[in-house]
């Protein structure tokens, strides 16, 4: 695959969770190259400014977490390093992924029809509520979205969709997965591979959310701009992908 760039999301203190994926790379036959993970914890003062933290509250109803902001930039210093290359196509990982028997092929097959997509997320949380419009092989399927589907274990993008992404990621407003997948407002082809070839090792502690982290969410009237951003998102969501469905079909 010389047109796919492979990228490892990797903080330099998860030794551990880099040999783990190193082992599973290797054995479907895919180099790739590792991304220093911006640490939250000691983020700069530079990258601390990239987040907007009155609108991150006002959508995401809580503080934002030093975690959750060292994966975002680690997500777009992946995409922005993939600009820098010649590739066509880039396979972002972040280094708890587990992949499912077939994940080379599906792939594989993605790039052999590369004008029905910009961004695929291969994994999720949620379902997202996909409906398949195209058969990449006997066991996967190119699917929309219509739900809510987070998650940025494993996604694969094309120049378009990195583009996009460099000209609009910034500042942050949400968490990386609950972001990168609205494709109404970057412009860009979302879709879903169904069933997702990739999971999330939930045996790793997360890097992200430490578990001695108290519940931060807002209550009463403070959370109102929330749920009104989130009834938007959804019903956004929705008019995409049934526009997405219609043109897939």
Aim: charged share 20%; glycine share 6%.
């Amino acid at each position: 695959m010389s047109e796919l760039q492979t990228y490892v999301i990797n903080l330099d203190r998860s030794k551990d969770r880099l040999d783990a994926i190193t082992h599973q790379l290797d054995g479907l036959g895919l180099p790739f190259m590792r991304i220093p993970a911006v640490d939250g914890k000691q983020a700069s003062p530079e990258q601390k400014a990239c987040i907007d933290e009155h609108t991150y509250q006002r959508k995401h109803g809580k503080p934002s977490l030093p975690g959750e902001l060292g994966c975002y930039l680690s997500h777009v210093k992946a995409i922005q390093t993939f600009l820098y290359s010649d590739a066509p196509f880039a396979l972002i990982l972040e280094d708890d992924a587990i992949f499912g028997e077939g994940f080379v092929d599906a792939v594989h097959e993605l790039m052999r029809h590369p004008q029905k997509w910009d961004m695929v997320k291969l994994s999720g949380v949620h379902s997202g509520t996909p409906v398949s419009v195209f058969n990449l092989n006997a066991k996967y399927g190119l699917a929309v979205m219509f739900s809510k589907c987070t998650c940025s274990s494993a996604y694969l993008i094309n120049r378009t969709a990195a583009l996009a992404y460099s000209e609009k990621l910034l500042p942050m407003t949400l968490p990386y997965d609950h972001e990168f997948d609205l494709g109404w407002k970057y412009q860009i082809k979302v879709m879903a591979v169904s069933p997702f070839p990739v999971i999330h090792n939930e045996a790793v502690a997360t890097t992200i959310v430490p578990g001695s982290v108290p519940n931060l969410k807002f209550r009463g009237r403070k959370r109102w701009p929330t749920h009104l951003y989130r009834l938007r998102t959804e019903l956004s969501r929705l008019s995409y992908a049934v526009l997405q469905y219609w043109l897939s079909k």
